[in-house]
C-alpha cells in the first residue's frame, strides 16, 4: 500500500498539495490551512525546483535496484519533478541491463553509457551537463551512500548555500583509508581556505549555477568542494549516513593518493595562477636568476679585486646554472602568459546577480 502510494505521487507531475488527508478545513484555499496541511516533506522542495540525481558508476550491477528502489521512495516523497541520471562508464558487467529494467518500470530513470572507462570525473561532468534540474543531487552507486539523506542536504541547500557537501562522519572503511583520508582532507582545507571535514563524500548537493560552472576533468572529483568555494560559491557541509560497501568491490587502489596529491596541486595552481603564469614562473626566474647573477658577480669582484681565480670556485657553477634556469623559468611563464591569453573567456567569470 505504501509502495503504490509513493509510485502515485512520483507518476504525477509537481504537486504542492497533498492528496490524503485533505479533511474539511483542509482547502488549499484557506493559506492557514495549506501552511498546517503540507505535509513536512514538501516544504523542502520549493515551488519550480526540480530534481536531477546523478550517480557515475562502474561495475555496480548488485547495487542498482536496491538503490532505484531507495530513490523511487525518497524522491516520489518529496512531490516534484526528478530524473535520475546513470553514467555507465564502460561497465564489463551487467549494469546496463539492470538501468535498461529499471527504466522499463521508472522513465525518470535515465543513463548515459560511454564505450569505454573514462573515470569518475569525466562521468560527472558528463552528467552535470546532462542535468535539467535547478538542484542536481550526486551520489555513489554502490549503496554507501543513502538516498534517505537527500531532503536534509536539500533543506540545507535551500537555506542559502550553493553546495552541500555530505560528510561521512562515522565511516564504514578499512583503518588505512580512513586516516589517509584524514590527512588528506586536512591538507585540503588548509590549502583551498575552507573548512571540511570530508571532501571526497560521494553524496552532495549543488545549484545548478555550480555544476554548470565547474570544470572537472581527471580526478578532480575529489575536490569539488574546494574548486566550488574558490570560484566563489557558498559551500557547507552536513553530517550523513555512511554504510560499509554490501556488493562488489573497491575501484580505487593504492594510486588515488599520488594522483589525488598531484590534483590538489592542480586545483590550488588553478586557482592562484590559472589567470596570470608569469607570475608563478615569472617570479621564480626572476629570484633564480638575480641570486646566480649576484654570486656571479661577487666573484668576478674576488677575481679583479683580490685576484682570486674562477676557475676552482664550483659556486661560480652554481651561479651561472642560477642565471639560465631563471631564464628558462621567465620563458615558460611568457609562454604559459599567451596560452592563457588566447583561451582567455568572458564566459569564465561567474557573476552571482545583476540588478
Ligand atoms: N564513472 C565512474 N564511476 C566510478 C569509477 N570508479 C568508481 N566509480 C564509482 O564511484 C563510486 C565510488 O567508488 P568506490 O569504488 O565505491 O570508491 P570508494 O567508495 O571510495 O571506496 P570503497 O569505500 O572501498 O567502496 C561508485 O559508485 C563507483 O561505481 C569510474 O572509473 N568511473
Ligand atoms: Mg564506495
Redesign the pocket.
Given at each position: 500500500m505504501e509502495q503504490q502510494r509513493k509510485r502515485n505521487v512520483h507518476n504525477n507531475k509537481w504537486k504542492r498539495y497533498p492528496r490524503k488527508n485533505t479533511g474539511k478545513d483542509a482547502s488549499p484555499k484557506d493559506p492557514e490551512t495549506r501552511v498546517r496541511e503540507l505535509p513536512e516533506s514538501s516544504k523542502i522542495i520549493r515551488q519550480n525546483q526540480s530534481i536531477s540525481v546523478i550517480?557515475?558508476?562502474?561495475?555496480?550491477e548488485e547495487?542498482l535496484t536496491e538503490l532505484s528502489q531507495k530513490l523511487e521512495d525518497t524522491l516520489g516523497d518529496l512531490g516534484c519533478e526528478y530524473e535520475v541520471v546513470f553514467?555507465?562508464?564502460?561497465s564489463t558487467d551487467r549494469s546496463f541491463d539492470k538501468i535498461r529494467e529499471i527504466n522499463k518500470r521508472n522513465p525518470k530513470f535515465h543513463c548515459i553509457k560511454?564505450r569505454k572507462?573514462?573515470?569518475?570525473s569525466?562521468?560527472?561532468a558528463k552528467g552535470f551537463r546532462a542535468a535539467k534540474g535547478n538542484i542536481v543531487i550526486t551520489?555513489?552507486?554502490?549503496l554507501?551512500d543513502d538516498p534517505s539523506e537527500i531532503p536534509e542536504l536539500i533543506k540545507v541547500l535551500n537555506s542559502g548555500y550553493d553546495l552541500v557537501s555530505g560528510w561521512k562522519k562515522v565511516r564504514?572503511?578499512?583503518f588505512i583509508?580512513k586516516h589517509t583520508s584524514k590527512f588528506f582532507n586536512f591538507v585540503t582545507s588548509k590549502l583551498s581556505g575552507i573548512r571540511l571535514h570530508d571532501f571526497?563524500c560521494?553524496l552532495k548537493a549543488y545549484k545548478r549555477d555550480v555544476i554548470k560552472s565547474l570544470k572537472i576533468y581527471g580526478e578532480m572529483h575529489r575536490y569539488i568542494p574546494a574548486l566550488a568555494h574558490l570560484s566563489g560559491f557558498r559551500v557547507t557541509e552536513k553530517p550523513v549516513k555512511h554504510h560499509?560497501?554490501k556488493y562488489?568491490?573497491?575501484?580505487?587502489g593504492a594510486n588515488?593518493f599520488i594522483n589525488g596529491f598531484l590534483d590538489l596541486i592542480t586545483v590550488v595552481f588553478i586557482d592562484r595562477y590559472v589567470k596570470r603564469p608569469l607570475h608563478f614562473f615569472g617570479a621564480i626566474g626572476l629570484i633564480s636568476s638575480m641570486t646566480g647573477f649576484l654570486i656571479t658577480l661577487y666573484l668576478v669582484f674576488l677575481k679583479f679585486f683580490e685576484d682570486k681565480p674562477l676557475s676552482d670556485r664550483p659556486l661560480f657553477i652554481v651561479g651561472i646554472f642560477m642565471i639560465i634556469l631563471g631564464v628558462q623559468f621567465f620563458s615558460l611563464g611568457l609562454i604559459a602568459e599567451i596560452i592563457t591569453k588566447s583561451n582567455y573567456s568572458e564566459q569564465d567569470i561567474l557573476i552571482e546577480t545583476t540588478i
Open positions: 550517480i557515475p558508476l562502474f561495475n555496480e547495487s553514467i555507465d562508464d564502460g560511454f572507462n573514462y573515470g569518475k569525466a562521468a560527472l551520489m555513489d552507486a554502490d554507501q564504514y572503511d578499512p583509508k571526497n560521494g560499509a560497501r562488489g568491490k573497491t575501484k580505487f588515488r
